[in-house]
């Protein structure tokens, strides 16, 4: 992910991340962000009790 934001090649990068960053990794992120003039999202599971992976993705249909 670092690689491909610091390039300039992307405009965005997606991540998929399943640990959480640590404070050196986010900041390498960042610092490659800037270099390449990227934008980078990170995505992780939902850890949150009240969601399950069943109603985190139920969409609601009025029709």
Known sequence: MIRALRTGNYSVVIGW???ELTE??????VEAAKVG???GFIIAPCTCARFTQE??????NSL
Do not use: C, D, W, Y
């Not at 050196?24 to 992120?29: G, I, R, T, V």
């Not at 109603?55 to 609601?60: G, S």
């Open 24 to 29: 050196e990794e986010h900041a390498s992120l």
């Open 55 to 60: 109603t985190a993705f139920r969409a609601k």
């Open 37 to 39: 003039n990227a934008v």
């Open 17 to 19: 991340m399943i640990e």
